[in-house]
């Protein structure tokens, strides 16, 4: 390696040391739970999006191990050029059918689906308003469009009403919004975001990501939760959390889904995910609407932790979700925090800047339809003794 490029590296990275910002890896080893090995050592888990314990359960593999029996590994091609499988097309028809939407188009990733549709359906002459906190990728498919960008305040209806007012001529317009925001379990005002688009012609892109299977009586998703799914123009979200696969969709009309087929460079120009992984996403769909039980469990595990954190005096922001933030406010903190935790078997990750907001740092916890009541219980413990050593109640 080059001088100047050693100096570069280890500058930049003694620079994110010395913040108390920077990130290293955990080493798993066997399988994804309410209990992981980390380190050689098993710990609770409150990290993982499997927000329904699908990562392991056995239908999935079985769904993957039939598409490789049926199908082999790797698509070999792009979806347009010769790697459209029947896993693939299935997995879209029953998006579209669970959805209730026209048609449904699958992604590789959720970054990737965010990258792709955003820029083909934004340019130069349109303006965006998104959410201050909308996820990484919303964020970076904007830049990419090159459309002008507005951020309004998070989830601040006015704010946004006064960025709409005095927005002038474009040749179109569009709001885009996490439905579920990822590291503060807030959820989005669709009801009043749908009410501004129509007063003030917007089109609606939202991001399921953390509310498929989670949210609305039957984990549709936010859409549902407040009834406005024929509303949303572009409903978009991933197979990478509740559903505890890989990949992501976009689904609403016929005419959106054809044209994201000619003109998403994120799905044009890549492979096409394998087709086992699809069709685990599929099995995954169908135990989302066969297995309410799940849902209903996951409920009762994050009113049961909300409600305790709330009356130990924790600031858990506004979340309503499974997603959990716990204050600390400065990163050295949160580390702190989140290495005393793992000291007694729990692990939760402290979330730093720049992935939230500068003097935000916070443990953010994930509660899974998979705990027991004596995991909430040793995690409600441990957060309360700790917390109050390091005066945070
Ligand atoms: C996780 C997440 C993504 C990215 O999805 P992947 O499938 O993990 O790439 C996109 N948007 C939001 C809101 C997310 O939380």
Same mark, same amino acid.
């Given at each position: 390696? &080059?001088? $100047? +490029?050693?100096?570069?590296?280890?500058?930049?990275?003694?620079?994110?040391?010395?913040?108390?910002?920077?990130?290293?890896?955990r080493r798993l080893s066997g399988r994804?739970?309410?209990?992981?090995?980390?380190?050689? #050592?098993?710990?609770?888990?409150?990290?993982?999006?499997?927000?329904?314990?699908?990562?392991?359960?056995? #239908?999935?593999?079985?769904?993957?191990?039939?598409?490789i029996r049926n199908e082999g590994f790797g698509a070999g091609a792009?979806?347009?050029?010769?790697?459209?499988?029947?896993?693939?097309? +299935?997995?879209?028809?029953?998006?579209?059918?669970?959805?209730?939407?026209?048609? &449904?188009l699958v992604f590789s990733t959720g970054y990737m689906a965010n990258v792709g549709i955003i820029p083909s359906i934004f340019g130069r002459e349109d303006i965006i308003f998104?959410? #201050?906190?909308?996820?990484?990728?919303?964020?970076?498919?904007?830049?990419?469009?090159q459309a002008k960008c507005r951020r309004y305040r998070h989830r601040d209806m006015e704010s946004l009403e006064e960025m709409l007012k005095s927005s002038g001529p474009f040749r179109k317009r569009g709001i885009i919004t996490d439905s579920v925001f990822s590291m503060d379990g807030d959820i989005a005002p669709l009801d009043k975001i749908v009410a501004l688009a129509e007063q003030y012609d917007c089109l609606v892109m939202i991001d399921e990501a953390h509310a498929l299977g989670v949210m609305g009586e039957s984990g549709k998703g936010l859409a549902e939760y407040f009834g406005v799914e024929t509303e949303i123009d572009i409903q978009m979200g991933t197979l990478s959390k509740a559903?505890?696969?890989?990949? +992501?969709?976009c689904c609403g009309s016929n005419g959106l889904i054809a044209f994201l087929v000619n003109k998403a460079r994120?799905?044009?120009?890549? $492979?096409?995910? *394998? *087709?086992?992984v699809a069709a685990a996403s599929l099995k995954a769909i169908e135990i989302i609407e066969k297995e309410p039980e799940r849902r209903n469990r996951l409920w009762q595990n994050t009113r049961y932790v909300h409600h305790a954190l709330k009356q130990s005096g924790f600031d858990t922001r506004e979340s309503q979700t499974p997603i959990i933030p716990i204050l600390v406010g400065e990163p050295d903190a949160a580390a702190a925090f989140s290495r005393n935790l793992l000291n007694q078997g729990i692990l939760i990750a402290a979330i730093r800047p720049p992935t939230v907001p500068p003097n935000t740092a916070r443990l953010r916890?994930?509660?899974?339809?998979?705990? $027991?009541?004596?995991?909430?219980?040793?995690?409600?413990?441990q957060l309360q003794r700790i917390g109050k050593q390091l005066c945070l109640i």
């Open positions: 390696m &080059s001088q $100047t +490029a050693k100096t570069f590296f280890d500058e930049e990275l003694s620079d994110l040391a010395q913040d108390g910002l920077k990130r290293e890896m994804q739970g309410r209990e992981i090995v980390v380190d050689g #050592r098993k710990v609770l888990n409150f990290c993982s999006n499997d927000y329904l314990g699908l990562a392991c359960d056995a #239908r999935l593999g079985q769904a993957a191990a039939e598409a792009s979806r347009l050029v010769c790697g459209n499988m029947s896993s693939h097309q +299935a997995l879209e028809a029953k998006i579209a059918a669970f959805k209730g939407a026209e048609s &449904s998104s959410d #201050r906190l909308n996820h990484a990728s919303i964020i970076d498919g904007i830049q990419l469009s559903a505890g696969s890989f990949g +992501a969709y994120s799905f044009i120009y890549t $492979t096409g995910m *394998p *087709p086992s916890l994930t509660v899974t339809a998979a705990h $027991t009541q004596a995991d909430l219980d040793s995690l409600l413990e």
